[in-house]
């Protein structure tokens, strides 16, 4: 009888355990199918000039949207373009105007914000004093970047002697900021001469190492983003807008980022080299986060804008954008 009852317990007792085992299971198994979010991944790739503010806004959209898993690499605009259209990546960074050729491949666009490029050279050369007071006409950079008759800074300056080589450094790889660059005189690309250097801190590099040197740079690769001065080694050479040989005091805003932008702003600075932003997807997206996201970036976003170091579009702008991401 005690043998019977004996093995009855043991055998309930069995079950109740197997009972409570299962539950255990059941419930850890919920638990993690509850707290467990999958992560939606977004690529871009492209322009050196939209880097650093992409990454920003992808630092703060996180904030609120920790599920979106932005994945930023800078390469250059052509490198972005190309991505693109390959399906490589989601988003192509892009900073110059698209030609009917790309747009006929399908490219759809979405301006963001605007920068520019500017002409640099080393902080150390002894020119720099009057560069900054007489500038540099456009007629004079072409004649170093594109016609390359001009090949003494002395010859520049129109000192009959002297024979300090002008050391011209342009980008190697396809980029929006040479492009830009070339559009200030109505030229390609390809149509400007130097030693090719690959991405803007190559050439903020070779700038900053060759006291004979000339190139340019996006803005951020020549102003530091926090301090809003000039990054060590590197120093503008002012343009000469109304070719009056000087640098009268509407030309004069190089000294701090803020004054350099509110330039880009209120048109002072000529454009191009300023020039706007853009995102690159083949076709219009339909991926719905990447809708999201671009919709973020024309509203709450536009508050990183300025103090990233770019100059936003107009409202206006903003909105037919909007409604363009929207669609």
């Known amino acids: 009888m005690v043998k019977q009852f004996l093995a009855i317990i043991s055998v309930f007792t069995v079950f109740i355990a197997g009972c409570n085992s299962s539950t255990e299971t059941t419930t850890s198994s919920t638990d993690s199918s509850a707290n ?38 800078a390469g250059g605009a052509g490198k972005g373009l190309t991505d693109c259209l390959a399906g490589a990546v989601d988003v192509g960074m892009f900073s110059r105007e698209l030609t009917d050729a790309e747009k006929s491949k399908g490219i759809w666009s979405l301006s963001l914000c605007k920068d520019a490029v500017l002409p640099t050279m080393n902080a150390k050369n002894p020119y720099l004093g009057e ?147 853009y995102f690159l997807t083949k076709g219009k997206t339909q991926k719905k986060e990447l809708i999201d996201f671009f919709k973020w970036v024309l509203t709450d976003g536009q508050a990183f804008v300025h103090q990233a170091g770019y100059v936003p579009l107009p409202k206006e702008v903003l909105a037919e954008q909007l409604k363009k991401a929207e669609e």
């Open 131 to 277: 560069l900054k007071a007489r500038g540099v006409k456009k007629e004079e950079f072409n004649a170093i970047f594109v016609d390359n008759t001009t090949k003494t800074w002395e010859q520049l300056l129109g000192k009959s002697t002297g024979s300090d080589n002008i050391n011209v450094y342009t980008r190697a790889d396809a980029a929006g900021a040479a492009d830009s660059w070339a559009s200030f005189f109505g030229k390609k690309q390809e149509n400007l001469k130097g030693v090719g250097v690959s991405g803007d801190p190559g050439v903020a590099d070779a700038v900053r190492k060759d006291i004979k040197s000339i190139g340019y740079n996006n803005t951020l690769f020549v102003f530091d983003q926090k301090t809003g001065k000039k990054l060590q080694g590197i120093e503008v050479v002012p343009i000469d807008v109304n070719g009056n040989g000087k640098i009268d005091a509407n030309e004069n805003f190089y000294d701090s980022l803020n004054s350099f932008l509110q330039a880009v702003n209120d048109g002072n600075f000529p454009s191009p080299p300023a020039r706007n932003l």
């Open 36 to 73: 467990s979010t999958e992560k939606v991944a977004i690529s871009f790739s492209g322009a050196f000039a939209l880097y650093p503010l992409v990454q920003t806004w992808a630092t703060e959209y996180n904030k609120t949207h920790p599920e979106v898993r932005l994945d930023i690499q």
